[in-house]
């Protein structure tokens, strides 16, 4: 059974991928051929991204070794996870984290292994932002092995502390935009969210024995943000939080900055100065309606409404209007100003969950006068997420080798995986898939005046998607499906006749494997001897499979980890099975 029957409506992708599904039967009879150049060439690139892939893993288990880069690598390392992903995700006490952390380079240390594993998983996360090819994912990989083997021992009593979650909350982070094993995240901030639990995260220190303030902020961050991860991952999963409101009774984190909290009685900052966890606070404000929105996604129940719907959405709206008072009233003379990367960041969760609220009423199936509405909030936020987390250069002129990946959001959501990643994969098949509704629906004489703004994304989708190749992605489907459905978009625009349209598609298909297998080819061969490509791995060539649309295994997509074999759902089958109530076709 599809994990999108056993989870809720949070899979509305599902859906979306329906509505191409023209595409691959067009050609899907070429790609049947035993002998044909698109078969042949998947089937390669398939190999070569399994050699790619095994050399990548480090054995296991690994156990933490002292091992460490160079001085200046890893303050670089440590400067990127510090100066993005900490903004918004309070995890560490920064002051701390550094003193011990210049520490380990005294000569005759003898570093901490509890630290050094936090490090290491630091510096994986850093590794993403570095350089613009993701040249440390080896390392990132080795040092993420290292620190699922060090929480994975067996001394369980070791896992309750407050060192121990800040561990495990990085390990999450570093799987996720690492890409290591993220589709099961959902089930890992499960475990650290019962954990914390059972530590007494979920209540407020006021209500504990009286503890430092430095101690009762850590235990009200930490708690915060599970919270934060179990919302995002419940949503890319598709599965529930599993947590309502009435479970905790932890205040939001105090407006410290990191700073203050070593002094003696310290005050919390006026709520008009920004502090270090300014982003963190604001945002704490909007998870009650977010979990219900969470809540409405997941609900398997038949009373799901359109009305609740648009009453969740003025609750939305209301509390992101909230959010950006917050944020934008902060004095830049009363502290450092909130950093773009956060302000982006915190922008994108919004916006995800405002997305996905609306999206499960845009549906060609649907009355569209009917959700009119949600078809035009769908497709806006959807551009605001494009635009907001993928920033090519200026100077770029629309090829791959002239985007310059120097801003640190579109570096993550390029070289990373994981929910940033997801992001701009579902919001770009979303704006596809209204170009291909509005010129389905045209039934003038004259062509219809498709808006510029979403050419230019699907122009754009096809460059990061192949872009996101270069840097390390192995799995092609995404592209392919990119430049397929942009193909089948260009023909319906040009009016070519169904004939023609398969000619151009199995064409852009072949194109497209062609330049992927170069690319996975120039990646196996760097650091071979001449004239060994396959790394002693050949009997790992895959067989031609039998259906070409149920080989479109949709998990390899970077996008979810759910099974979307087209070939074995029903034609056009809106993903979430029965339609919510008062939703007509």
Known sequence: MHKSRLFGRSHWINGVVMWFRDVFEMIEPHALKEDSKATSTMRKCKVLARIIKARRSPSWPAPPTPDLPPRNVADKLVDGYLSTMETVLRILHIPSFRRDYEALWTPGTKPDPAFLVQLKLVMAIGAVLYDNTFSLRPSAMQWIYEGHTWISGPEFKRKLTVQSLQTQLLLVLARDLVGVDEGSLWISIGSILRAAMYMGLHRDPACLPKRTVFAAEMRRRLWNTILELALLHGMSSGGPILLSLEDFDTAPPGNYDDDQLTGENPSPMPGNYFTQSSVAIALRETIPIRLKILRFLNDLSSHVTYEEALRLDAQMRSSYKILRASLQKQDSKKGVPPPQFAIRIADLFMNRFLLSLHVLFFSPLLNSMTYAFSRKVAIETSLKIWHSLVQPSPTSDGTSDSWDLGDDLTRLVT?????????????????????????????????????????????????????????????????????????????????????????????????GEERCLKILEEQVAEGQPEGIVDDGMSHMALSTPADFMGDWDFS???????????????PLAWAFGDAPQGMSS
Do not use: H
């Open 556 to 570: 390899d997509f970077s996008m979810l980890d759910t099974q979307f074999s087209l070939g074995s759902m029903e």
């Open 415 to 511: 070289s990373g995986s994981g929910f940033f990643r997801i992001s701009v994969n579902l919001v770009s098949m979303l704006i596809m898939a209204e170009l291909k509704l509005q010129l389905q629906e045209d039934d003038g004489l004259t062509p219809v005046p498709l808006r510029q703004d979403l050419l230019s994304v699907m122009d754009a989708a096809k460059i990061w998607t192949i872009k996101a190749i270069e840097r390390g992605e192995t799995n092609i489907k995404g592209y392919i499906f990119t430049i397929l459905v942009s193909t089948q978009i260009e023909c319906l625009i040009d009016g070519v006749e169904r004939e023609e349209m398969v000619l151009r598609l199995v064409s852009t298909a072949e194109a």
